[in-house]
């Protein structure tokens, strides 16, 4: 299936793995790019430059498809060394660098004097709008049923993906809700050129994460997330679990006064417990309400084949019915 993404990123399926935080190592990346999609690594998972560096280069060695990094603005006072990271991405030979977060226009003119595509990550038409302005290459439109932070307007993506269409110019992907053949057809028919899926591609067997982690992700319905610090508009889509609740607890409690240091505990440094040691309740970790739609763990090969002999038989239906 050939799409604008398919051509811009030179992939052979219109399907990303997104960044996620201790999900995107080498062995993910490589085994979704192998697959025909694209894989990313999460730059900011990495302690410094030069072991993203390094991770880079594990992935090369382990795919010689296109890959990608993410990498996420944050806005701390103590922020990752920036310029380290996008040198590490241009001299590693990545083609494709997912921007998240704050505005990436600082990175841009090094990243595309490289020859590299952006794909930066929108929750709003507006924000896209600003991305596609500066000079992104194209956008990941994210609704409000994805996992992370889905920003503060609380649109779905049956109605920000079609806002998306009518006023881009630039591709863009849906992200949010997505993880099969009937997620990229309903992307495609509402004018995305590809779907970008997080949660799904943490339920396979080549994520490198706990048995617990994708065991919880299989278990869960749609109804098990819960949406954490809104006051601090910071919105977040997580797994619920005993912190999580603990953590809404406290944001009931303290209403107006709420502050980051008063969840820290149940935030702050809990990914590699649960990621990697697969401690469910250490605290709050990102997934989609697509956890609903998840029933098995497929290796990233069976998950994408399936997920396109799908879409391909869904179209061959409607092309029967006209």
């Given at each position: ?5 398919t051509?811009?990123?030179g ?10 935080h201790?999900?995107?190592?080498a062995?993910m990346?490589?085994?979704?790019s192998?697959?025909g999609?694209?894989g990313i690594?999460?730059?900011?998972t990495?302690?410094t430059p030069g072991?993203?560096?390094n991770?880079?280069a ?6 010689d498809?296109p ?7 944050l ?8 310029p ?7 001299d590693g030979?990545?083609t494709?660098?997912e921007?998240?977060?704050?505005n990436p226009?600082a ?6 004097d490289a020859?590299i ?6 929750t709003?038409?507006r924000?896209a709008?600003k991305?596609q302005?500066?000079g992104?290459d194209a956008?990941?439109v994210?609704?409000?049923?994805c ?9 779905p993506?049956?109605?920000?993906l079609?806002?998306?269409a009518d ?6 992907v849906s ?6 053949g009937r ?7 509402m004018?995305?050129?590809g ?7 943490i339920?396979?067997?080549e994520?490198p994460?706990h048995?617990n982690?994708k065991?919880?992700?299989?278990a869960a ?5 819960r949406?954490v610090?809104?006051?601090?508009r910071?919105?977040?889509?997580v797994m619920?679990?005993?912190a999580v609740?603990?953590?809404l607890e406290?944001e009931?409690?303290l209403?107006?006064?709420l502050?980051?240091?008063?969840i820290?505990?149940?935030?702050a440094?809990?990914?590699p417990?649960?990621?990697m ?5 250490a605290g709050?970790w990102s ?5 609903g ?5 497929p290796?990233c090969q069976?998950l ?7 879409a ?6 409607m092309?029967a019915?006209?």
């Amino acid at each position: 299936m050939k799409t604008a993404i398919t051509e811009m990123f030179g992939i052979q399926h219109p399907i990303i793995q997104g960044g996620m935080h201790y999900v995107g190592f080498a062995e993910m990346a490589a085994a979704v790019s192998n697959a025909g999609g694209l894989g990313i690594i999460t730059a900011l998972t990495q302690k410094t430059p030069g072991d993203l560096a390094n991770e880079i280069a594990l992935c090369k060695d382990m795919t010689d498809k296109p890959i990608g990094v993410n990498v996420t603005f944050l806005p701390t006072v103590n922020a990752p060394d920036y310029p380290a990271i996008i040198k590490a991405i241009i001299d590693g030979g990545v083609t494709v660098v997912e921007t998240a977060g704050n505005n990436p226009v600082a990175v841009l003119p090094y990243l595309k004097d490289a020859g590299i595509k952006v794909i930066h990550k929108c929750t709003a038409v507006r924000h896209a709008l600003k991305a596609q302005s500066i000079g992104c290459d194209a956008v990941s439109v994210d609704g409000f049923e994805c996992g992370g932070h889905p920003g503060e307007d609380d649109v779905p993506n049956f109605i920000l993906l079609p806002r998306a269409a009518d006023e881009l110019e630039i591709p863009f992907v849906s992200s949010g809700g997505m993880a099969d053949g009937r997620s990229l057809v309903a992307s495609l028919a509402m004018g995305a050129a590809g779907m970008n899926m997080g949660t799904r591609f943490i339920a396979t067997k080549e994520a490198p994460v706990h048995d617990n982690v994708k065991a919880a992700i299989v278990a869960a319905s749609e109804l098990d997330t819960r949406l954490v610090m809104r006051s601090l508009r910071n919105t977040e889509r997580v797994m619920t679990n005993a912190a999580v609740e603990r953590l809404l607890e406290k944001e009931k409690t303290l209403g107006d006064d709420l502050k980051f240091e008063d969840i820290i505990e149940e935030v702050a440094g809990v990914y590699p417990k649960i990621m990697m040691h697969g401690e469910m309740d250490a605290g709050a970790w990102s997934c989609g309400m697509v956890a609903g739609l998840i029933n098995d763990i497929p290796t990233c090969q069976e998950l994408i084949d399936r997920i396109m002999a799908q879409a391909e038989d869904i179209i061959d239906r409607m092309n029967a019915m006209r």
